[in-house]
């Protein structure tokens, strides 16, 4: 599904214009990206959090060139779903 796709399920179910429904949608994500980017975690209850995640260093081979190389500590964003919401795609 796509964000077009769901836009489009949202009007029809609401009755509300495309146009409005994705500045909306828009206007979420982003909300979501820009308290991420802040370094806070986004929790939406019966849905899922979006989270960041620390990885550690590591070391890794750079196969083509056989060397190695250090990943440095980086974050990442995560989605972990509900409980409730993974119970039911499952």
Not at 2 to 23: L, R, W
Not at 61 to 82: L, M
């Amino acid at each position: 599904m796509t964000k077009a796709d769901i836009v489009s399920e949202i009007a029809k179910n609401t009755g509300v214009e495309k146009v409005q429904v994705m500045a909306i949608v828009e206007a979420f994500m982003d909300s979501v990206k820009a308290s991420m980017q802040s370094g806070n975690n986004v929790y939406l209850r019966g849905f899922g959090s979006f989270i960041i995640k620390k990885r550690a260093t590591k070391v890794a081979r750079n196969i083509s060139k056989n060397t190695t190389i250090t990943i440095p500590e980086h974050n990442i964003p995560a989605f972990k779903p509900a409980k409730s919401f993974a119970a039911k795609v499952k």
